[in-house]
């Protein structure tokens, strides 16, 4: 068995093995699908947004332990927040609610960020 040689902090090692929000929404208001140039990993992000709010958001990935940890963070950073709101999270963000990360890892905390963006611009197109 191969085993990681990263120093995930227990924070992170939580998260990922106990996500939340994962899953798909059938009938989404709106739905982002990106792909980790760097790793080849994907990202899809589902919302149900009323009143400009966001009400749920589910997300399903093929990603590695940062990514997941990371997204159902964001996933739960987001919930009950306006879009705009929602706008501004930045990785910063999402890592600082960690604790750290390690810095090899930092791009796959940007994949359920990018595939938000994508959700909620694919809810203003649809909604103009
Ligand atoms: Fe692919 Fe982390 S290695 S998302």
């Known amino acids: 068995m191969v085993m990681s040689h990263l120093n995930y902090n227990k924070k992170v090692l939580k998260e990922f093995q106990h996500p939340c929000n994962m899953g798909d929404i059938p009938c ?10 760097a790793c080849g990993d994907i990202m899809e ?3 149900k ?5 966001i009400i749920d958001i ?10 997941i940890a990371t997204t159902s963070m964001l996933t739960k950073m987001v919930k009950g927040k306006t879009l705009d709101q929602a706008m501004k999270i930045t990785k910063k963000d999402i890592i600082k609610a960690f604790g750290d990360m390690p810095p090899i890892k930092e791009h796959c905390s940007l994949l359920g960020l990018d595939a938000l963006h994508q959700a909620i611009d694919d809810y203003k197109k649809k909604n103009k």
């Open 49 to 53: 947004i009323k009143n400009n709010k």
């Open 58 to 67: 589910k997300a399903k990935t093929f990603g590695c332990v940062a990514a």
């Open 28 to 37: 989404p208001d709106g739905h982002g699908k990106v792909g980790n140039p």
């Open 45 to 47: 992000v589902f919302l």
